[in-house]
């Protein structure tokens, strides 16, 4: 890859940066980590999605027609890199920008790209992925929840757990088996569900660090109209991998920014403190800063690929292991440089930094789950990059 910036991304990267020193909402990080995972929170984050689509930044590489910026790989990077070192916080409608739509322009009709896909760019609809259910996870096929098809419409009934932002979502990307008469891979269709629909009920499941960002979703007799079908009938597992494809390989770009500023405060608290004498702290801080940056070429290597082929590829898988292994690795590093502070956690007397040490060392420990686990990831590397016999 030639990674030197023509005058045209040159000039892209100077308006952004114009934009973003413009329009990054100030103290936001202090402001915000008192409201982690409450509405509040998230309405304060949605309204800075809707102005980063208003700006025009929102969908880089999203077809023009339906509210993206039709640009290239380069423009997606520097976007990324841009956010990161301008401190900006992350958009709250993260799965419909980086799993949903992205299926959505792969699978879905015109009719669907025209009605959902601008609202999933500014926010006004945010989107939930309704995959896994209590005795399928891993082993994603194995999955109960059922549609029938009655009358015009598909008739769901099941249940859906682990369900990010479930609470907030106003639609579902719902994998459903359609029919039980056929191996388990082959009788399942993706629906789109809107979550306001009589007989959907979402219940919060509370995680140890004290948030309910997922939850346990319930459908009884929930009616959804056959034109939220995507793709076709009986095809619903080649759609889901092509969500959880672009999962793996596009959701390191959101937590790059995320880490980056992470990075960037430890440091600055770590020399606050006096722990930068310590040669053993600055191994590790150092260590960390390799491995963010290692994180950002991977993640240029995960759009090379979508941009060259239109999709992305089980590399994808690389990305997933390493974002969610180095951040578990850097949150431990933070836990060792803020000694007893690093514990506390929000509304504790003295708390520092907002109890946001105490939260990230926590909700690390999902990520190695999320989007498949470590060990799923390894087998899909073992089998599709390797070649290697498949394990089961
Ligand atoms: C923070 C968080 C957010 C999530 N958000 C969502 C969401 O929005 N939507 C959604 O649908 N799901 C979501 N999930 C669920 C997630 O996708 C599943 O938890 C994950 O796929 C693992 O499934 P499971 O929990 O059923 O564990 P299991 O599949 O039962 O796995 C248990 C253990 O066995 C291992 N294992 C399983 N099969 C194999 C194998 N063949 N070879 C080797 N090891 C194996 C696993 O690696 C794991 O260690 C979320 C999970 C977390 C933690």
Request: charged residues 25%; glycine residues 10%; aromatic residues 10%.
């Amino acid at each position: 890859m030639d990674l030197t910036l023509s005058s045209q991304e040159l000039a892209f990267r100077d308006e952004l940066r114009a934009w973003l020193i413009g329009n990054i909402p100030k103290d936001w990080v202090k402001a915000l980590s008192a409201t982690h995972g409450q509405r509040e929170h998230f309405e304060f984050l949605r309204a800075w999605q809707r102005k980063i689509y208003e700006g025009g930044w929102a969908g880089i590489s999203w077809p023009k027609e339906y509210g993206g910026r039709g640009a290239g790989l380069m423009e997606q990077v520097i976007l990324t890199e841009e956010m990161a070192r301008a401190g900006a916080p992350q958009m709250p409608g993260i799965l419909g920008l980086a799993l949903v739509g992205p299926t959505l322009i792969a699978c879905g009709t015109d009719a669907q790209k025209r009605r959902y896909l601008s609202k999933i760019l500014s926010g006004e609809e945010i989107w939930c992925q309704g995959f896994s259910e209590p005795n399928a996870g891993s082993d994603l096929a194995a999955l109960r929840t059922e549609a029938r098809l009655e009358e015009g419409h598909f008739v769901v009934t099941g249940q859906k757990v682990w369900t990010s932002y479930g609470w907030a979502s106003d639609w579902c990307e719902l994998v459903v088996r359609t029919d039980p008469n056929v191996p388990k891979h082959k009788g399942l269709t993706v629906l789109l569900v809107d979550m306001h629909s009589p007989g959907v009920e979402v219940r919060p499941l509370r995680q140890m660090t004290g948030e309910t960002e997922f939850n346990e979703l319930f459908f009884e007799k929930v009616k959804v109209p056959v034109e939220n079908v995507v793709g076709k009938v009986g095809d619903g597992w080649n759609v889901a991998l092509g969500t959880l494809m672009h999962e793996r390989a596009t959701l390191g770009a959101g937590v790059q920014i995320t880490y980056k500023r992470n990075f960037d405060r430890l440091l600055e608290v770590a020399r606050e403190l006096g722990r930068t004498a310590d040669p053993i702290i600055r191994q590790k801080l150092a260590q960390s800063y390799a491995e963010i940056e290692i994180m950002r070429l991977n993640q240029m290597r995960a759009y090379s690929r979508i941009n060259q082929s239109g999709v992305p590829g089980p590399e994808g898988s690389i990305q997933k292991i390493f974002w969610s292994e180095v951040n578990q690795r850097f949150q431990q590093v933070a836990q060792e440089v803020l000694g007893p502070y690093g514990q506390l956690s929000k509304g504790a007397p003295g708390v520092f930094d907002e109890g946001q040490w105490s939260y990230g060392y926590l909700r690390a420990r999902g990520n190695t789950i999320e989007a498949g686990t470590s060990e799923i990831q390894r087998l899909i590397l073992g089998h599709f990059v390797l070649g290697l016999p498949k394990s089961y």
